[in-house]
């Protein structure tokens, strides 16, 4: 099977336009203030309106930090699916989330030495990771990648979770043949599909085009 594919900071009707119209099997909006892709619930509603509902899409909620009431609030407004958080939030508080808003949740983590142990603090209660390079000063998005040699273990480790786990930061049409050549579950990217800071149909489809080769390639080995 092929890699589920998230495509994540859609800030505008254009972008959502774009990836709705994609093979991208989660679509990903950012609710926490602390990003330039941020979006208001009520925007991303009047969008997803435009476009004609969801259309078979998931969607996914980012936030970093942010208080319970702020997810709640959005989640009054948007359809979400999954609730991403990418901040530092403990496992209580992935606990918390969890039970009050009866969601999928996903807890982001940088790559870093000792990430795949700092996963078991959140086994039974992520239901998913996002694991993203780390970059001081940002929560991602940054167009960086890190070192994709480490995926098998992060892959390894969200098996064992029964848990799904995507790959992010810096993934291009340019480089994905080299993240696929991993077998990573998931691929999460922003930047990469993106010109002047609108998503990119033509770069959309060339990463589809290779996710479908390197697919392809797999089934006849």
């Known amino acids: 099977m092929r890699p589920v594919l998230k495509y994540c900071g859609n800030h505008s009707l254009s972008d959502i336009k774009v990836t709705m119209a994609s093979q991208a099997d989660y679509l990903g909006f950012i609710f926490t203030p602390r990003s330039k892709r941020t ?41 979400l699916h999954v609730i991403q958080l990418h901040g530092e ?12 808003t009866g969601k999928t949740v996903w807890k982001a983590l940088h790559h870093e030495k000792g990430t795949p142990e700092k996963m078991r603090w959140y086994a039974g209660l992520a239901d998913g990771y996002v694991i993203d390079t780390k970059v001081k000063g940002a929560i991602g998005g940054t167009g960086v990648s890190f070192d994709w040699d480490s995926v098998p273990g992060y892959m390894a480790e969200s098996t064992r979770q029964h848990a799904e786990c995507l790959i992010a930061g810096g993934i291009s049409p340019e480089n994905i043949e080299s993240l696929l050549s991993q077998n990573p579950v998931g691929i999460d990217i922003a930047s990469g599909i993106e010109t002047n800071f ?11 085009e290779k996710v479908r080769m390197q697919n392809d390639q797999a089934a006849t080995d």
């Open 39 to 79: 979006v208001r619930p009520d925007q991303v509603a009047e969008w997803l309106e435009d476009v004609g509902g969801i259309k078979k899409k998931k969607l996914v909620g980012v936030f970093a930090d942010d208080s319970i009431e702020l997810i709640e609030k959005v989640l009054q407004i948007v359809p």
């Open 89 to 100: 939030e403990q496992p209580p508080y992935v606990e918390q989330v969890k039970s009050r």
């Open 198 to 208: 609108r998503k990119d149909g033509r770069l959309i489809r060339k990463i589809e």
